[in-house]
């Protein structure tokens, strides 16, 4: 309807987005079903009541690529997930806290899990280059896209001013 000139009533993008949320949760917690499911709700907004809704569908979709990338790379690699690091460091976090007196006392966790727990240390600074080579790159293929869509967008030939 957009692209044919016309502005959907707000009405029926509740609709779709309502429709479009009832999927996603229907998907695993964090899986990329279901975050590729929440780059479909960030798109289910009006651009022209929701200035943000561009950014906010490539930030999406950036991430659930990058990130299904990276899960892709933990599984080939032996890496530790994200919940398995959290696990630990909360534990070593709870250890800490019950050796020192002030328990407000500052408890540096990666320090002493770079100290004590190497391998662990390791895989999570792999995890986090990776993660960060994953989101550069998927940035690149977003602004592919949008560059894409610029020149095609002022292409002469097509022109009617």
Same mark, same amino acid.
């Given at each position: ?17 309502? +429709?479009?949320?009832? /999927? ?9 079903? @279901?975050? %590729? ?10 651009? *022209? ?8 569908? %490539?930030?999406?979709?950036?991430? @659930?690529?990058?990130?299904? +990338? ?13 919940? /398995?690091?959290? #696990?630990?460091? =909360?534990?070593?976090?709870?250890? /800490?806290?019950?050796k020192r007196k002030d328990k407000k006392e500052f408890i540096h966790v990666f320090g002493i899990l ?8 390791? #895989?999570?600074?792999? %995890? ?5 080579? =994953?989101?550069?790159?998927?940035? =690149?293929? +977003? ?6 869509? %610029? ?6 030939? *097509?022109?009617?001013?």
């Amino acid at each position: 309807m957009e692209l044919a000139g016309a502005a959907p009533k707000p009405a029926l993008w509740r609709k779709v987005r309502s +429709a479009a949320i009832a /999927e996603t949760d229907r998907a695993v917690k964090e899986s990329p079903e @279901a975050q %590729f499911g929440g780059v479909i709700e960030a798109a289910t907004w009006s651009s *022209r009541t929701s200035p943000s809704v561009v950014s906010d569908t %490539f930030r999406s979709w950036v991430n @659930a690529r990058r990130d299904a +990338a990276v899960q892709r790379q933990v599984g080939e690699r032996g890496l530790l997930t994200v919940k /398995e690091t959290k #696990s630990l460091l =909360e534990k070593i976090h709870e250890e /800490e806290k019950k050796k020192r007196k002030d328990k407000k006392e500052f408890i540096h966790v990666f320090g002493i899990l770079e100290e004590k727990y190497p391998k662990e240390h390791a #895989s999570m600074m792999d %995890f986090l280059r990776t993660q960060h080579k =994953e989101s550069l790159g998927q940035w =690149e293929n +977003a602004l592919g896209i949008l560059l894409g869509v %610029f020149e095609e967008a002022h292409c002469p030939d *097509r022109c009617t001013c």
